[in-house]
């Protein structure tokens, strides 16, 4: 490849990596202001799970339609659209003081910005389609990770110093400002990707999903909805935890920094490892010790908690660059758009319905066993992880 080609592909890593950044930035702001927003409105754990369940579902019941969008109008458009929706969202979020328009604001940001993670991964399978595939997208979850380090914990020093409403209203402005400098670079550079009409199908992939082996996606897709449903779940209670243990209010955000650098090192370090030692031992080494990081939440002191968040971090979302890479291995690049959004449909669908479902079961029967259960229900994944050596 020459050096031309290579920068060229350098930049479109960039540029969508820098979509992620505000996308997954903006998306994990919620861990921290559903704490702000229970205390407020005076919610339950089930409400506080419903709120999170249609943040997260509004991304999976649109994901799968604004990737076949971006098919007919261009991907890049959808997802710049998306990035605004999701600041708009976050504007009207900072002035709305009922539990509707609340649940409203959350809506509007996730419906719009909803085809984000499929397009993207989609333009950049294509990118790499001849090598670095996997190292690429390793990379571009990383970026996402970033930014769920960077905003998160400058969401958590302006709510300390202005609430946080004001601290939601400066984020979204910010949000739209960076968001038009990210379109103006990247659409002086959107020659150089692949045209999805380009791209020549043979007879047999005009039409269907293109799937070349359905027991094998299967088997990735159940474990990446018992993985984001784990995840999902975690998160969202994961700061009343936090505050049970006696860590006050205005350093829940901190902690959860550190869970989320621990997160960034282990999407990037996860997709690179993955290239040398193979998928099945990935998935089921991060699990184990994902299993077994969860499970430590529940029974270290406070003290220990700030030891064990970045490790957690790490093991946690260590997974999904591993899968998300292997999805675009079972799919032709001419079906890989609606292959995507297929994929995250699904799972951000099913990862929406985990917070309510553990919210009825936390005022039941208590945060710690909720988070026990998290931890459990990866077990499963273990021996489905089995199924991913089938040959396509």
Request: aromatic share 10%; with cysteine; net charge positive.
């Amino acid at each position: 490849m020459n050096p031309i080609q290579n920068n060229g592909r350098t930049r479109s890593l960039f540029s969508f990596s820098a979509f992620h950044f505000l996308d997954d930035g903006f998306t994990d702001s919620i861990y921290i202001l559903l704490p702000f927003i229970a205390a407020e409105l005076s919610l339950s754990f089930s409400q506080v799970g419903l709120l999170k369940g249609i943040f997260s579902g509004s991304t999976g019941i649109f994901q799968f339609p604004l990737s076949l969008l971006g098919e007919k109008i261009g991907e890049l458009i959808v997802l710049v659209f998306g990035t605004f929706g999701l600041a708009a969202g976050f504007t009207l979020l900072s002035r709305a003081h009922t539990f509707g328009t609340i649940l409203f604001s959350l809506m509007l940001a996730k419906t719009t910005g909803a085809g984000q993670h499929g397009l993207s991964s989609s333009i950049l399978s294509r990118v790499f389609e001849v090598s670095g595939r996997r190292a690429a997208m390793g990379t571009y979850n990383f970026s996402g990770d970033l930014g769920k380090v960077c905003i998160p914990f400058l969401l958590t020093l302006m709510i300390n110093l202005w609430g946080w409403r004001q601290a939601v209203f400066a984020l979204s402005l910010c949000g739209i400002a960076i968001g038009s400098i990210l379109y103006f670079l990247v659409s002086r550079q959107k020659d150089r990707f692949s045209p999805i009409q380009s791209i020549k199908r043979s007879s047999h992939q005009e039409t269907g999903w293109g799937i070349k082996d359905r027991k094998k996606f299967s088997s990735l897709l159940t474990i990446g909805i018992i993985d984001i449903s784990a995840r999902n779940a975690l998160l969202t209670f994961l700061p009343f935890l936090l505050l049970q243990k006696g860590i006050p209010a205005g350093q829940v955000g901190f902690a959860l920094t550190l869970l989320f650098v621990g997160g960034a090192v282990g999407k990037l370090t996860c997709g690179v490892l993955a290239e040398w030692f193979g998928i099945i031992p990935m998935v089921v080494g991060t699990e184990v010790l994902t299993i077994t990081g969860i499970l430590s939440l529940t029974v270290l002191p406070t003290s220990s908690i700030w030891i064990i968040l970045p490790f957690v971090g790490i093991v946690l979302n260590g997974t999904s660059s591993v899968l998300y890479a292997t999805v675009a291995e079972m799919i032709p690049p001419a079906s890989r758009s609606r292959g995507y959004g297929l994929y995250y449909a699904i799972t951000l669908s099913s990862g929406a319905l985990s917070p309510l479902a553990f919210g009825l079961i936390t005022d039941s029967m208590g945060l710690s066993f909720t988070i026990m259960m998290t931890a459990l229900m990866i077990v499963f994944t273990i021996p489905l992880s089995r199924q991913l050596s089938l040959k396509s």
